[in-house]
């Protein structure tokens, strides 16, 4: 599963430089997590980083994003091979 910023972010520059995967950038408005980067820190830490650091509690589970566990391993071997880390 991605992971997602809701709306209630309030720009705080505190998961930016925690993601592994340098999956968080600022968007248009808030910060905004590329779904093909996140790997909920799978690879790297038992829980993901960003979620821990968050102050107001706005990153979630993307519904539209579910991945289990297997997928998400294969996500960040996929992109540890490719050199997209």
Do not use: W
Not at 40 to 69: A, L, M, W
Not at 76 to 82: G, I, Q, S
């Amino acid at each position: 599963m991605a992971l997602k910023i809701l709306e209630g972010c309030t720009n705080c520059d505190m998961c930016e430089p925690e993601c592994p995967n340098q999956a968080i950038y600022y968007g248009e408005k808030i910060y905004e997590i590329n779904p093909d980067l996140c790997t909920e820190c799978v690879g790297y830490y038992d829980t993901p980083t960003c979620v821990s650091v968050c102050p107001v509690d706005c990153i979630i589970t993307d519904p539209n994003r579910v991945e289990d566990q297997d997928t998400l391993l294969k996500k960040f071997e996929h992109l540890v091979l490719t050199d997209k880390i």
